[in-house]
């Protein structure tokens, strides 16, 4: 177990050195900042509008009815509900990116670099090395939405706008969606490029495929981890299911582990 912890350390200090990932998760946080600006303008536009109409002296408000004033007021809290949803969706795609590239080069990279023959010459077995990565890049993401988290509650302090009710459980599924991502891309890259392994993780789920097709019950369903239109909606999980959802995702990530302990083991690496 410490073998294990040492190679995941030594993990997150060459993932925190890579210009590249860095310079993706940058761009994924920027990403999310514009999205959630660009929302939010439109949000403000449709404040000022209605600030406007609600004025008792108005004629436009005079001539209002009821109906119409309720109407007015559910565009406001669509409009903050969308708000939140694209902030949610930004932030989701661009940790997947992070996961895919984290992960299926993880191994195969320092296979390319032939670092991997001085670890593994050491009393390191391969079972310690590959767990070690996956654990290295566990906590990167773990790093990635904490950050996510703090954005929301700051983005929702900022705007002073109460949080869609998904939102509270939204950064968990997310980190669990985006490991079992990674889990796949890992398993991939040990037969493939990195770059067709990660492409193929992205879209390998069920969400294609309808219950008719044998394929929808052996792929990953991805798909009950993603709360935009929760968010949209207004609707919350039960938290059995946020449960379930957990195990599921566990299962299948020691599940995609094994399958890429067995590759590991009989790939050429030396």
């Given amino acids: 177990m410490n073998v294990i912890f040492l190679i995941a350390r030594d993990s997150i200090r060459a993932l925190l050195h890579q210009r590249l990932l860095i310079g993706l998760m940058l ?37 209002m009815s009821e109906e119409d004033k309720k109407k007015m007021n559910e565009a406001m809290e669509q409009g ?11 932030s989701s795609f661009g940790g997947s990116l992070v996961a895919l590239m984290i992960f299926s080069t993880a191994v195969t990279s320092e296979v390319r670099r032939g670092t991997i023959r001085l670890t593994l010459s050491k009393p390191v077995s391969r079972v310690e090395y590959l767990l070690g ?29 109460e949080l869609s009710p998904a939102l509270h459980y939204a950064p968990w599924l997310m ?47 991805y798909a009950p981890f993603n709360v935009f239109l929760d968010i949209l909606q207004g609707s919350i999980m039960k938290g059995t299911d946020v449960i379930l959802l957990t195990l599921y995702a566990l299962d299948f990530i020691v599940l995609m582990l094994l399958l890429a302990l067995w590759r590991f083991q009989k790939k050429e690496v030396c």
Avoid at 80 to 90: C, D, E, I, K, P
Avoid at 144 to 153: G, H, N, Q
Wanted: with cysteine; net charge positive.
């Fill in 175 to 221: 980190f669990c969606w985006q490991l079992m991502l990674g889990s796949v891309a890992m398993l991939f890259s040990l037969f493939v490029h990195p770059a067709i392994g990660a492409v193929v993780a992205f879209f390998a789920g069920n969400g294609l495929c309808s219950t008719a097709n044998p394929f929808y019950y052996l792929l990953p369903s």
């Fill in 80 to 90: 903050t509900s969308y708000v939140q949803g694209f902030f949610y969706a930004a």
């Fill in 133 to 161: 990565k996956y654990f290295g890049g566990v906590a990167v993401m773990a790093g990635y939405a904490i950050i996510t988290s703090i954005a929301v509650l700051i983005f929702s302090a900022t705007e002073k706008v």
């Fill in 27 to 63: 761009v994924c946080l920027a990403m999310t900042v514009f999205f959630s600006a660009m929302m939010s303008r439109m949000r403000e536009n449709i404040t000022t509008q209605f600030d406007t109409s609600a004025q008792t002296n108005s004629p436009a408000f005079q001539k």
